[in-house]
């Protein structure tokens, strides 16, 4: 049974909720996306999507949650197995994605608004989970990472594909600067994938990009429950 165990976010010292206060301004550019995304951004990662849903082998059982499904671009590429729990914080992209469901009659799937950070979720749900350009998107992504490991199943596939920082040094420096204006967009440009995987202790299997020039990369994960960090509380 999925159940619903959200955890309050964390206030500032002044009682201020800031996290919320950065999803919901990330939540209102992408609501705003939502009438433009797949003519624009959702044709450029299609292929992409496509290639990291096939490194997923879902089975008739299995749940996948999509964690970001934003207008439901992944919708096409799912098998006609398993059950597929689609999130996103944006009600405009779930709109959009609520159309494709309809329209195409796909009962296998469930669509529900949610913050990424704060899963409504129990642990060990989840046979995989599908990450595509979102980790770059909300406030935290080591959380977002956590939370995704948190809600897998042990030995889970998990798999993500996003922009990484570039480990060319002057590539990286250029990528620092432009990140007020990405965020300005939806997105940050700095975030470095070994940064990610020191502070969420996720076993990467291998990872790959579909161009030798690509922006964007797809990185393939075992939920190696045993090897995660211990968290404060």
């Known amino acids: 049974m999925v159940q619903d165990v959200r955890r309050r976010p964390k206030q500032s010292g002044r009682g201020r909720i800031e996290p919320a206060m950065e999803e919901a301004t990330t939540q209102s550019i992408y609501d705003f996306h939502s009438f433009f995304y797949d003519a624009t951004f959702g044709r450029l990662v299609r292929r992409r999507i496509a290639r990291g849903i096939g490194h997923m082998d879902i089975g008739e059982s299995d749940r996948v949650l999509d964690l970001g499904i934003g207008t439901g671009v992944s919708l096409?590429?799912?098998?006609?197995?398993?059950?597929?729990?689609?999130?996103?914080?944006?009600?405009?992209?779930?709109?959009?994605?609520?159309?494709?469901?309809?329209?195409?009659?796909?009962?296998?799937?469930?669509?529900?608004?949610?913050?990424?950070?704060?899963?409504?979720?129990?642990?060990?749900?989840?046979?995989?989970?599908?990450?595509?350009?979102?980790?770059?998107?909300?406030?935290?992504?080591?959380?977002?990472?956590?939370?995704?490991?948190?809600?897998?199943?042990?030995?889970?596939?998990?798999?993500?594909?996003?922009?990484?920082?570039?480990?060319?040094?002057?590539?990286?420096?250029?990528?620092?600067?432009?990140?007020?204006?990405?965020?300005?967009?939806?997105?940050?440009?700095?975030?470095?994938?070994?940064?990610?995987?020191?502070?969420?202790?996720?076993?990467v299997d291998y990872r790959f990009k579909l161009e030798s020039i690509d922006l964007w990369e797809t990185v393939v994960v075992t939920n190696n429950k045993s090897a995660l960090p211990v968290l404060a509380a």
Not at 110 to 118: F, I, P, V, Y
Not at 121 to 145: C, E, G, K, R, Y
Not at 146 to 167: C, G, L, M, P, Y
């Open 76 to 203: 096409n590429y799912y098998p006609k197995r398993g059950h597929v729990y689609g999130i996103d914080l944006s009600g405009g992209m779930l709109r959009e994605a609520r159309k494709k469901v309809e329209e195409r009659g796909l009962e296998q799937v469930s669509l529900l608004q949610a913050d990424a950070l704060r899963l409504p979720f129990a642990a060990n749900t989840f046979d995989h989970v599908f990450i595509s350009h979102v980790i770059s998107v909300v406030s935290d992504p080591f959380l977002l990472v956590r939370e995704a490991q948190r809600v897998a199943k042990a030995e889970a596939r998990i798999v993500i594909v996003n922009h990484f920082q570039s480990t060319n040094r002057f590539i990286a420096m250029v990528e620092k600067w432009l990140c007020p204006l990405c965020t300005r967009l939806g997105w940050r440009s700095d975030l470095a994938l070994q940064e990610l995987i020191r502070r969420t202790g996720m076993q």
